[in-house]
């Protein structure tokens, strides 16, 4: 499992982008505006040109639904262990720590420890890059993922509707 720990101070923001290529490098660069300056569309809100490494991208932005939030973060060597010493990083959030304790039958259940992961900046859009064309949600797969897992936690956190619910209340037979 993984936990989040939030930094003490306010977190700064940054807008991520997702480029078609791979990179070996994970971390901040210090990249002037020679070699990466994207720039609006001016006809299209969400859509931007821009060049790297010669080679023309085109990009999308794309804002993050109300009522969440992106991070990005970085592991580290820290862990929140289940065994009793769960203060033992107080500032650590994390909404599945399961203690070991008994279940009903008697049985102990799983220990399980969860590696805490440290918050560096937050961000509320991020820009998908794609070449030759702007990506589509249906086609790209950052676009695709984006959507179709919140929708999919938002089903699995949802309270059933009222419809279905009724369907499954036990019928008087008379």
Not at 58 to 65: E, F, L, T, Y
Not at 132 to 155: C, M, Q
Request: charged share 30%; net charge negative; with cysteine.
């Amino acid at each position: 499992m993984l936990a989040v720990k939030s930094k003490q101070r306010a977190s700064t923001t940054c807008v991520p982008n997702v480029l078609p290529c791979r990179i070996d490098h994970n971390g901040p660069v210090n990249a002037s505006e020679r070699y990466w300056a994207p720039t609006k569309d001016c006809k299209v809100d969400d859509k931007e040109t821009s060049y790297f490494r010669g080679r023309k991208l085109h990009g999308r932005s794309v804002k993050i639904p109300e009522g969440y939030q992106g991070i990005v973060v970085t592991t580290t060597e820290h862990q929140l262990s289940d065994n009793g010493n769960r203060n033992r990083l107080s500032d650590v959030t994390s909404k599945d720590v399961r203690l070991c304790e008994d279940d009903e039958e008697g049985d102990k259940l799983e220990t399980q420890d969860t590696k805490v992961l440290e918050e560096n900046a937050s961000f509320d859009e991020i820009v998908v890059w794609g070449h030759e064309a702007v990506p589509e949600t249906e086609n790209d797969p950052y676009l695709r993922s984006l959507d179709e897992w919140i929708a999919f936690a938002e089903t699995m956190h949802s309270y059933p509707s009222s419809k279905l619910a009724k369907s499954h209340e036990p019928k008087e037979v008379g």
